[in-house]
């Protein structure tokens, strides 16, 4: 089912239709449009794109995707590359900025196809189809909680504004980058609402109920493999968690 409409139903109290899924990426790849996007339309499946807004308008590229690219070309490993991203995000946002433009400095970068962004064109396509609809994930993909309160109003602002003048209509949702509990704050939370998102999702993985932080929902991340997505929809880790928590 749509996520706004799955969302605005767990925020009423009201109860879901059995086995219900939402589907959702982030980013704004031209991947979610040439690859996605005919699966979605094939199957009449809805689907939310959560939208770096600079990303989309070429301004600010993805700051991990240049990493991962500069490290690939100098011969990191895969280990060498998470442990350089897990550091680079502990770091307030105008420090992490500093050290990506020294790492990707003098590096030759060919982008690859699946990295590059969707056009705004692409995206009022997907919207005009009726299946896909957009949310805020902010403007250049910080860290929010590594950003001052001045940078994330900012972001959110950005974000919600040229998502408004590109697509004719302002967000409902927004999603955290990178979405762990540390990466937002309370204050993040009361910026969201300020600026007219109904609510906002992390990447904390759990089901979505009554009762929830409404800046604060669950959301499962992607899946491995089929049977990861088939015990996800099932229920089969949540009941795994509750015996591993004594709540057999």
Request: glycine share 10%; proline share 6%; charged share 20%.
């Amino acid at each position: 089912m749509p996520l706004l409409e799955m969302t605005q139903a767990v925020l009423a109290g009201r109860s879901l239709p059995s086995r219900a899924v939402a589907i959702s990426f982030d980013d704004g790849l031209a991947s979610n449009y040439h690859l996605g996007f005919p699966v979605l339309r094939e199957l009449g499946l809805p689907a939310t794109i959560f939208l770096a807004t600079g990303f989309l308008d070429g301004t600010h590229p993805l700051w991990f995707q240049e990493v991962d690219r500069a490290m690939k070309a100098r011969g990191s490993s895969a280990a060498e590359l998470a442990t350089r991203l897990a550091h680079l995000k502990t770091l307030p946002d105008a420090l992490m900025r500093g050290e990506v433009r020294k790492l990707v400095e003098g590096c030759a970068q060919a982008e690859s196809e699946v990295a590059r962004p969707m056009s705004w064109e692409q995206a009022r396509e997907m919207q005009a189809g009726g299946l896909v609809a957009f949310g805020g994930h902010t403007h250049t993909h910080p860290v929010l909680s590594r950003c001052t309160p001045a940078q994330q109003a900012e972001e959110i602002r950005v974000c919600r504004d040229r998502m408004t003048e590109e697509l004719g209509t302002s967000p409902c949702l927004f999603a955290y980058t990178n979405g762990g509990p540390g990466d937002f704050t309370s204050e993040t939370q009361e910026l969201l609402a300020a600026h007219g998102f109904q609510a906002a999702f992390t990447m904390m993985p759990a089901r979505l109920g009554a009762g929830l932080p409404s800046h604060a929902l669950p959301r499962y991340g992607n899946p491995t493999s089929v049977l990861e997505a088939e015990a996800t929809a099932s229920g089969a880790f949540e009941l795994v968690k509750q015996w591993r928590g004594g709540g057999r």
